[in-house]
């Protein structure tokens, strides 16, 4: 039998330290992953019977007002642009719908939050994986814009897409938790974190390649933490392409955002209880 | 002497009055030092130099009238809540039944919900599968398991509630003034399933209003009032001594 001390002393390590050794086994970490992620599935199934299509028509619509507005109009000088914008805009749909959905998250399970104690930190983790399936379910409508261009998927997907989806899985998580959290103090950040994302897609290469951007802002845009990751997507889709530092500098971002996430969250969640 | 399980040791509990920032961000910036001072002082003291010890195996009650702390109490003995003040040793894993359609969610049905609420209180899902049947049948849902729990009445949801902690092999079981929903039958259910818990040696906090329920489970009994303790000791004593005070008020007051 252990002994769990909860003093003013040590705030944060309250609630977590005082699970019993059954509860903090791997075993039941995946489990507690698993219920809460098919619980988000399930939910999001019930509210609209097209869940899976939105997935895949929200960003194909997108391309084509992109295309519309950047290649029948502006005239922009690029290949397969249609394939581009796809290419990046079906990741980029994964990262803004959790970002976006997580400020609700703890709201939204407020009869769990409330009067269970295990750790919270699992319910936008259960939001970001359940993203990341309907995003990953979305790779075959690539596949088949790729045919369309007579290209064709590579063996390099083989390493690259599941490397890719664990750095876009890290550096989603660590957003989530943040937005997560601080809502629950500061309810406006709902209202601003819309604007965040749409600011955060024009400053990433998405739309447009990375060689338009100028030299002298080249530096700065690479501090955002989605720019080698979005990149590396739509290298990888369009044409096989794994490029080594890419990979290193996205998953390092990732993770510095991850800690980022995790300080917040541990900073904030022994009060969750009192304040959703 | 008996293994105290759960201790309690000068606790505090304030509130903060704030919450959210009601204001917004704006109102919190402009007036940013008010802001932050008025996040450190308010707060509300909602239990007050609490300590006691509930033994393994004890059935325990907590009454006191409402606001007086009671919830509170149950809510730092689950974790989900940490005191301001003092230290908290709770040895054992913890089921409570905290409130009507605790840890459930809205959308799913009783048997999804079965699971998610076993899970969240410390189950692997095998062995939650394992217990589905009987909780199902403990339950008395009928065709209703399958309906999303929303548009359970709340005696329903009661019904499921408790009968997911009853099956959950609790070693600590918290039940709050649950038991005063839903009908005769299934109330004496539950009575016969915490007697059943006593006979095993399950260890029981219980709040409840009826003085009845109370009586007939614990072993001892801690009134609260103005929140702080008033009077812990064996039940009947306690239970006494309130109604002598009801009657001294009720008289006074005449
Ligand atoms: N989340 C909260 N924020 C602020 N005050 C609270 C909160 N929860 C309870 N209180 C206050 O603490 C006091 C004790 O509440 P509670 O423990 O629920 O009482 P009881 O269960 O005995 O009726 C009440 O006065 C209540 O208003
Ligand atoms: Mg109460």
Redesign the interface.
């Given at each position: 039998?252990?002994?769990?001390?909860?003093?003013?002393k040590r705030?944060d390590a309250?609630?977590m330290n005082?699970?019993?050794a059954?509860?903090t086994s791997m075993?039941?970490y995946a489990?507690?992953i698993?219920?809460?992620t098919q619980?988000e599935m399930?939910?999001r199934y019930?509210?609209s019977f097209l869940g899976y299509l939105w997935s895949i028509g929200n960003p194909l619509a997108f391309a084509f007002v992109y295309f519309v507005a950047f290649k029948v109009v502006m005239k922009i000088q690029m290949e397969d642009y249609v394939l581009f914008l796809i290419a990046g805009l079906f990741p980029w749909q994964w990262f803004s719908n959790s970002v976006n959905a997580s400020t609700g998250i703890f709201i939204g399970?407020a009869?769990?939050?409330?009067?269970?104690?295990?750790p919270r930190n699992i319910v936008p983790l259960a939001l970001v994986l359940q993203d990341m399936i309907h995003f990953a379910l979305s790779i075959p409508v690539i596949v088949f814009f790729l045919f369309v261009f007579h290209k064709s998927p590579s063996w390099s997907w083989v390493p690259g897409i599941p490397i890719l989806l664990l750095i876009q899985l890290l550096v989603t998580y660590g957003f989530a938790l943040i937005m997560s959290s601080v809502n629950?103090?500061?309810?406006?950040i709902e209202r601003l974190v819309s604007i965040f994302l749409a600011l955060l897609f024009y400053f990433t290469p998405i739309i447009y390649s990375e060689s338009m951007i100028p030299a002298r802002y080249g530096r700065l845009m690479k501090l955002n933490p989605l720019y080698y990751l979005m990149v590396s997507w739509r290298e990888l889709f369009m044409s096989g392409r794994l490029e080594m530092s890419s990979l290193l500098l996205s998953a390092s971002q990732a993770l510095v955002f991850l800690a980022i996430g995790f300080l917040v969250y541990k900073k904030l969640s022994?009060?969750f209880?009192?304040?959703v | 002497m008996r293994e105290p399980v759960i201790i309690f040791r000068n606790i505090h509990k304030s509130y903060p009055l704030y919450h959210h920032v009601t204001g917004g961000i704006k109102n919190f910036l402009f007036h940013f030092k008010k802001s932050v001072s008025g996040l450190q002082k308010r707060s509300y003291e909602s239990l007050r130099n609490i300590s006691f010890e509930v033994y393994a195996g004890e059935a325990f009650g907590i009454v006191g009238a409402n606001g007086a702390g009671k919830s509170t109490t149950l809510g730092l003995i689950a974790g989900v809540l940490k005191p301001t003040m003092g230290s908290i040793c709770v040895k054992g894993r913890v089921s409570s039944l905290l409130e009507l359609g605790a840890g459930f969610h809205p959308e799913l049905t009783g048997r999804e919900n079965i699971f998610l609420n076993g899970v969240l209180m410390g189950l692997g899902k095998r062995q939650v599968r394992g217990k589905l049947d009987q909780i199902i049948e403990f339950s008395e849902l009928g065709n209703f398991i399958d309906q999303p729990i929303r548009v359970y009445s709340s005696g329903m949801l009661a019904r499921l509630g408790f009968s997911v902690v009853a099956h959950l092999d609790p070693e600590i079981l918290l039940i709050d003034e649950i038991m005063a929903v839903g009908d005769i039958e299934f109330q004496k259910k539950c009575a016969g399933k915490m007697m059943e818990f006593k006979r095993k040696g399950v260890t029981m906090v219980f709040v409840s209003h009826s003085a009845g329920d109370i009586e007939r489970i614990c072993d001892r009994v801690m009134w609260i009032e103005d929140h702080t303790i008033k009077m812990l000791g064996p039940t009947g004593y306690v239970l006494d001594s309130m109604l002598n005070r009801k009657l001294a008020t009720s008289s006074g007051g005449l």
């Open positions: 039998m252990r002994i769990y001390k909860r003093t003013e705030p309250a609630i005082r699970r019993p059954t509860k075993k039941y489990d507690l698993f219920i809460l619980k399930k939910i019930k509210n399970n009869s769990i939050i409330k009067k269970v104690s295990f629950l103090f500061f309810r406006d022994w009060r209880a009192e304040v | -």
